[in-house]
Nanobody, 120 residues
Framework: QVQLVESGGGLVQAGGSLRLSCAAS????????MGWYRQAPGKQRELVAS???????NYVDSVKGRFTISRDNARNTVYLQMNSLRPEDTAAYYC??????????????WGQGTQVTVSS
């Protein structure tokens, strides 16, 4: 199995910054893509940002220019630097990883979620 452990959420005022981290561990042969999703109360989970092994990134329009995703392939860790936070960024943020097991087969794993709350 593959475990994802997130950290870095919290309460911040509008305009502030937070950095989320997510470390993957377990029977990992390789991780292809890692990403961050978020889900606000009463809303569907949405992709915030993703990054491939080669460093190709993708962002939802609402965070472009404010959030930056990066990863450390050697440590199977992905980061999300969030700047200029807005109240509408308030949500539970979930880490996601897709890859190949060390033994056999592919996996898609999720973290437990970390809460980000932005006050106005």
């Amino acid at each position: 199995q593959v475990q994802l452990v997130e950290s870095g959420g919290g309460l911040v005022q509008a305009g502030g910054s937070l950095r989320l981290s997510c470390a993957a561990s377990g029977l990992i042969f390789s991780i292809n893509a890692m990403g961050w999703y978020r889900q606000a109360p009463g809303k569907q989970r949405e992709l915030v940002a993703s990054i491939t092994t080669s460093g190709r990134t993708n962002y939802v329009d609402s965070v472009k220019g404010r959030f930056t995703i990066s990863r450390d392939n050697a440590r199977n860790t992905v980061y999300l630097q969030m700047n200029s936070l807005r109240p509408e960024d308030t949500a539970a943020y979930y880490c996601n990883a897709e890859g190949v097991y060390r033994t056999y087969g592919s996996f898609t794993s999720w973290g437990q979620g970390t809460q980000v709350t932005v006050s106005s």
